[in-house]
């Protein structure tokens, strides 16, 4: 059986690395991988980390570019990819351009899709845009759909996906959370960044850990989360760490506002093992990301949301995670709670997963198609 992967993102390839690999352990699968890189430095340290070398780089990241000239690029150059390939099969994953449009691009040559990580929703199309979109269309063309959690697995049956059709797997994002923190953990491990984060960062402080790229947060969003910062890193029992986003809409308006202040370490966007640290270090995260909240139960670290909803319910059930919006009181109000208050969550087990995601998919695939 012939399988192409495909993802043009940094979250993206962090979630299908394990699983590449693990493919690859297998005699019955010949696995090929396709890059868009619609994020092209980010994803690059990715691949290297995770040993990934692509078969398909169709390198399609241009400055400024739109979602629609985007989408028109991946749907010519896939049409390629796919016609010289001729897999059985095309794995997705999440809620990219570059997965709707290449799910879209199989589909229009009778090639079956399995989409990773199916089934989140947050039934509102603005938030997160243009993501929950993408979800949906993905999930309308998927023949196999691997979901994460089983409130993944009930939104699809809910939308009328057939239970046969639908897997419970557990987020592939755990499985490379751990095979990064054993790496990281090795005797004779060096990276440049955790060297220079352990030079630059006072770890006897509370770390908060912020992150931020939201469409929907652009302007007056992230300038309120940047205000609540302000408030708190006055605190002399805090250092507030952030990996600034590329993407001019951030990156602006967090420079103006944070940069030179004290207490408050803006840093360029870090590798994936550097960020795995900064998180392991971290007292409390504050983040619009989506991924974060998946690992960070793992790490027994409490998540702040900026964002008014969250497809990922299943951390706000249990606790690991709070949706506080771009309110700055708000967030200044939870950021002082849970460094006054949070004392650890005990033994709850990280409801994304254990760390077998991509056995789990695996296993199916032999089972089904071998």
């Known amino acids: 059986m012939k399988i192409l992967l495909c993802f043009g993102t940094r979250p993206e390839a962090i979630k299908m690395a394990i699983l590449i690999h693990t493919l690859k352990k297998q005699k019955d699968f010949k696995v090929v991988v396709c890059v868009t890189a619609q994020h092209r430095e980010m994803l690059d340290q990715v691949l290297d980390f995770f040993e990934l070398v692509p078969d398909y780089d169709l390198n399609l990241m241009q400055p400024n570019q739109t979602l629609n000239t985007l989408s028109a690029a991946i749907l010519s150059k896939m049409d390629n990819v796919l016609k010289e390939v001729k897999p059985d099969l095309v794995l997705v994953h999440g809620d990219t351009t570059t997965s709707s449009i290449v799910a879209l691009s199989a589909f229009h040559l009778g090639i079956k899709v399995g989409h990773v990580e199916a089934g989140l929703r947050s039934y509102n199309k603005r938030a997160p845009f243009p993501e929950e979109i993408n979800r949906q269309f993905t999930s309308k063309i998927a023949d196999i759909h691997f979901a994460p959690t089983k409130g993944a697995m009930q939104n699809l049956l809910d939308e009328g996906i057939q239970l046969n059709n639908i897997v419970h797997t557990g987020n592939t994002v755990i499985d490379a959370l751990l095979w990064t923190i054993e790496k990281i953990k090795q005797k004779g491990f060096c990276n440049r960044e955790i060297v220079l984060l352990k030079k630059m960062i006072p770890l006897d402080k509370k770390i908060i850990l912020v992150t931020g790229h939201r469409r929907e947060n652009y302007g007056l969003g992230f300038s309120n989360v940047c205000d609540s910062l302000l408030t708190i890193a006055k605190r002399d029992d805090v250092r507030i760490v952030y990996p600034v986003h590329l993407n001019p809409n951030v990156k602006g308006i967090v420079n103006e506002k944070l940069a030179n202040q004290k207490n408050v370490y803006l840093i360029s966007p870090v590798t994936y093992p550097a960020f795995v640290w900064l998180m392991m270090q971290s007292f409390l995260i504050v983040t619009d990301s989506g991924g ?51 004392n650890g969550f005990g033994n709850i087990q990280n409801p994304y997963g254990t760390g077998i995601a991509s056995k789990v998919i695996v296993d199916f695939l032999l089972n089904t198609y071998r």
């Open 292 to 342: 974060i909240q998946e690992e960070a139960p793992t790490l027994g670290k409490p998540v702040l949301i900026t964002r008014d909803i969250s497809e990922r319910p299943e951390g706000l059930d249990a606790g690991f995670s709070t949706i506080v919006g771009t309110n700055q009181l708000d967030i200044e109000k939870q950021i002082i709670h849970h460094l006054e208050e949070f």
